[in-house]
């Protein structure tokens, strides 16, 4: 028996969308989104070309997440099947449940990062075979957003999917306004950006949308009705300056929701770092994000959105005893706040607030110690 005194248990953190090509250009200074991209992103993915350097990104990337009580995420790779393998590889060397994928895009960016429908679709189906439901992983099938998918490519996905009915789906939706015109101008026939993916078979069980900032009633009773979900990234929302989520509309059509850490786009691989501005995203707009509240989010409810909680989420018999031990000592001012709390859910929520990752003491993944205790 380990006992850990003055310690909070809670269950592994989950990350409902992340992309470990990006964890060097994290905090990459002064654009919105499209420019963002095409000046920071992408040119960080054409290194992957090299599958050394993305195994060993890779094997800092999962080491990140697991010093941050990270148990499980939603990874994007790159457009080159071996970066989903690298991804896969050093998850499975941790026994992580993971889900992850090669990146689809054959359009409106660098040619060196252009795939094509046919290649899209024939390297999707060889990683499926090889890594879906293989241990604990999971593999989704990765557009990266509509703009750089031509219709050939996002209906091979489509059709992909409909082969795989239990693999995930895994995109952005609706993050940025010049974005969403864009989307317009070449989508015309489609009523919006969900629309888009709808109409290609994108949106079922399974689908996990980053984002989701720039949408109506009709989208969320759309995106609720066919069982997609929605990544919530406050730190990238805002770094980008993309907007505001809004989680009472997004609850109210009853459409499952995560939190997401988005990484390079967002600014932390710290779940409690990412529940941390999500309070503030949500102040913001009016609403009081409890701090047990903002716990589901990044644990059950997390697990919820990706279909996982039948194994992970919460630490019920039967689950799979992924979970972190957090320090509330582990900073003067943390420790000095800690001490004042009169009940649980202060001193998470100010936990929450202060913490980062000198607070995970130690990160068990199906009961294994990762790090030393
Ligand atoms: N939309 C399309 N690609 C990306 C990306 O890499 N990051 C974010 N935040 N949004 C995107
Ligand atoms: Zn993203």
């Given at each position: 028996?380990?006992?850990?005194p003055g310690?909070l248990?809670v269950?592994?953190?989950?990350?409902?969308?992340?992309?470990?090509?990006?964890?060097?250009i994290?905090?990459?200074?002064?654009?919105q989104?499209?420019?963002?991209l095409h000046?920071y992103?992408?040119?960080?993915?054409?290194?992957?070309?090299?599958?050394?350097?993305a195994?060993?990104?890779a094997a800092?990337?999962?080491?990140e997440l697991?010093a941050?009580?990270?148990?499980?995420?939603?990874?994007f790779g790159?457009?080159?099947?071996?970066?989903?393998d690298a991804i896969f590889?050093?998850?499975?060397?941790?026994?992580?449940?993971?889900?992850?994928?090669?990146v689809?895009?054959?359009?409106n960016?660098?040619?060196?990062?252009?795939?094509?429908?046919?290649s899209a679709?024939?390297?999707?189906?060889a990683?499926?075979?090889?890594?879906?439901?293989?241990?604990r992983?999971?593999?989704?099938?990765?557009p990266?957003?509509?703009?750089?998918?031509?219709?050939?490519?996002?209906?091979?996905?489509?059709?992909?999917?409909?082969?795989?009915?239990?693999?995930w789906?895994?995109?952005?939706?609706a993050e940025?306004r010049?974005e969403?015109?864009?989307?317009?101008?070449q989508?015309?026939?489609?009523r919006?950006?969900?629309d888009?993916?709808?109409s290609?078979?994108l949106?079922?069980?399974?689908?996990?949308?980053?984002?989701?900032?720039?949408?109506?009633?009709?989208d969320?009773?759309c995106m609720?009705s066919?069982?997609?979900?929605?990544?919530?990234?406050?730190?990238?929302?805002?770094?980008?300056?993309?907007?505001?989520?809004d989680?009472?509309?997004?609850?109210?059509a009853?459409i499952r929701?995560?939190?997401?850490?988005d990484?390079?786009?967002?600014?932390?691989?710290s779940?409690?770092?990412?529940?941390?501005?999500?309070?503030?995203?949500?102040?913001?707009?009016?609403?009081a994000?409890?701090?047990?509240?903002?716990?589901?989010?990044?644990t059950?409810?997390?697990a919820?959105?990706l279909?996982?909680?039948a194994?992970?989420?919460?630490?019920?018999?039967?689950k799979?005893?992924?979970?972190?031990?957090?320090?509330?000592?582990?900073?003067?001012l943390?420790?000095?706040?800690?001490?004042?709390?009169?009940?649980?859910?202060?001193?998470f929520?100010?936990?929450?607030?202060l913490?980062d990752?000198?607070?995970?003491?130690?990160?068990?993944?199906?009961?294994?110690?990762?790090r030393?205790?």
């Amino acid at each position: 028996i380990t006992e850990f005194p003055g310690k909070l248990i809670v269950p592994g953190f989950i990350d409902c969308h992340v992309h470990y090509p990006q964890l060097d250009i994290i905090a990459s200074y002064g654009e919105q989104l499209l420019d963002w991209l095409h000046r920071y992103a992408y040119p960080a993915e054409a290194r992957f070309s090299d599958a050394h350097y993305a195994r060993e990104v890779a094997a800092v990337f999962v080491n990140e997440l697991l010093a941050n009580g990270t148990t499980t995420a939603l990874v994007f790779g790159t457009v080159h099947p071996h970066s989903a393998d690298a991804i896969f590889e050093a998850a499975k060397a941790r026994d992580m449940r993971l889900i992850a994928g090669k990146v689809l895009m054959d359009c409106n960016c660098p040619e060196e990062l252009q795939d094509d429908a046919d290649s899209a679709y024939s390297e999707s189906k060889a990683l499926i075979e090889r890594w879906h439901g293989r241990g604990r992983l999971g593999y989704a099938i990765t557009p990266r957003f509509a703009l750089t998918s031509s219709e050939q490519q996002l209906a091979a996905a489509g059709r992909l999917a409909r082969e795989y009915p239990d693999v995930w789906i895994h995109t952005h939706l609706a993050e940025n306004r010049d974005e969403v015109e864009q989307i317009a101008r070449q989508f015309p026939s489609c009523r919006s950006y969900l629309d888009v993916y709808d109409s290609f078979a994108l949106l079922r069980e399974r689908s996990v949308f980053a984002h989701c900032l720039h949408m109506d009633d009709k989208d969320r009773a759309c995106m609720a009705s066919k069982g997609g979900a929605a990544a919530f990234c406050p730190t990238s929302n805002l770094f980008l300056g993309s907007g505001l989520f809004d989680l009472s509309a997004m609850r109210a059509a009853d459409i499952r929701c995560g939190l997401g850490t988005d990484v390079g786009g967002g600014t932390s691989l710290s779940m409690l770092r990412t529940a941390s501005e999500a309070y503030k995203v949500l102040h913001l707009q009016d609403h009081a994000l409890p701090a047990t509240r903002a716990l589901y989010l990044a644990t059950l409810g997390a697990a919820e959105a990706l279909s996982l909680d039948a194994y992970i989420g919460n630490v019920l018999p039967g689950k799979e005893a992924d979970f972190v031990v957090l320090d509330p000592a582990a900073s003067r001012l943390s420790a000095r706040r800690s001490a004042a709390a009169g009940t649980i859910e202060e001193e998470f929520f100010a936990l929450m607030t202060l913490a980062d990752d000198r607070h995970v003491a130690a990160t068990f993944v199906r009961g294994k110690s990762q790090r030393p205790v």
